[in-house]
């Protein structure tokens, strides 16, 4: 069993950016991916970006060359810095894990970017 927290969400100005953290409660070293999904009311969860345990990364195109994800093994964290940030990158972003045969989720954080 995994816990995934989320933080670093907020209330952000068009143009301006975010880092979001996601804390896991094990050793991410053997992760097989990790990453950041986001969900608008009404619409299914999306991919924004995952990076694998090899440290190669896949980005979701609408947001390739402002966002960059990385993971800190030693503090078992992985980070999505967000920049040059739109309003519509507004949605509740969610960190995610594989290890083996299953996947984990976050509770979700906020993130609203106003025009």
């Known amino acids: 069993q995994v816990q995934l927290v989320e933080s670093g969400g907020g209330l952000v100005q068009a143009g301006g950016s975010l880092r979001l953290s996601c804390a896991a409660s094990r050793s991410i070293f053997s992760f097989d991916r990790m990453g950041w999904y986001r969900q608008t009311p009404g619409n299914e969860r999306e991919l924004v970006a995952t990076?694998?345990?090899?440290?190669?990364?896949n980005y979701a195109d609408s947001v390739k060359s402002r966002f960059t994800i990385s993971r800190d093994n030693a503090k078992k964290t992985v980070y999505l810095q967000m920049n040059s940030l739109k309003p519509e990158d507004t949605a509740v972003y969610y960190c995610?894990?594989?290890?083996?045969?299953?996947?984990?989720w976050g509770q979700g954080t906020q993130v609203t970017v106003s025009s």
């Open positions: 995610y894990s594989r290890t083996g045969p299953s996947d984990y």
């Open positions: 990076i694998s345990g090899s440290g190669y990364t």
